[in-house]
């Protein structure tokens, strides 16, 4: 199960004119999407063989390039941390480059996947997939809210899904929860051009999750 959440910010102030620019990528603590990434539950094997710089989750489509790499990436307390080196020799990477050290640019996102989580919204183990420079985070209302009994109940369904492996029998039952779950978080369709791209952005999201 893949969740897409920010949770990370540059630390710009420790960074030189050039060079890596250091990171919090997450950090413990339950955040607004009702989970609580606990370090000592990080599985870093398979981002640390791909450590990919995303731009906002693009994953899609011969342009969907990564725009840098991680470096140092590693657990800090209750912080997971790394170095980001920007692809100088691509353009649009310099130019997101040139907006973090000025401050216009300041968050990234990660990619996730999260097993066996708690009723306190603790996963027993997560592993990071990528990491992304994001210049929002998602709309709110797409994402679990720790106000909506809908966020934490799809985070378990989907990971009871893809615990069980696409390959394999799969419960009817859990399924329909999450069906259901996905239903709570998106938002009714709307006529506004802007507002059908978003959803239609949220529907692959949730695809790739699948």
Known sequence: MKRLHVRGYAEVERA?????????????????DGLDLQMSGVDLTRYQANPVI??????????????????????????????????TDDEFARTVDRKVRGRFLNAVS???????????G????????????????????????????????LARALADVGGRGLGGDVDEQTVRKAIAS???????????????AD???RLRLIEASL
Do not use: C
């Open 122 to 153: 603790v996963p027993e183990r997560w592993e990071l997939y990528e990491t992304s420079v994001v210049p929002l985070p998602l709309d709110p209302g797409a994402l679990a809210d720790p106000n909506r009994a809908g966020g934490l109940a």
């Open 199 to 201: 959803r239609a952005r």
């Open 16 to 32: 030189g004119e050039v060079g890596p620019i250091p990171f919090v990528a997450a950090t413990a603590g339950a955040k607004a």
């Open 110 to 120: 990660i990619g996730f996947g999260a097993y066996n989580i708690d009723e306190a």
């Open 54 to 87: 995303m731009y906002d989750h693009e994953y899609w489509g011969r342009d969907a390039l990564p725009i840098g790499r991680a470096e140092n990436v590693r657990v800090d307390g209750d912080a997971l941390r790394m170095d980001i080196v920007f692809d």
């Open 182 to 196: 996905l239903q709570a978080l998106l938002p009714t369709p709307s006529a506004n051009p802007s507002a059908a």
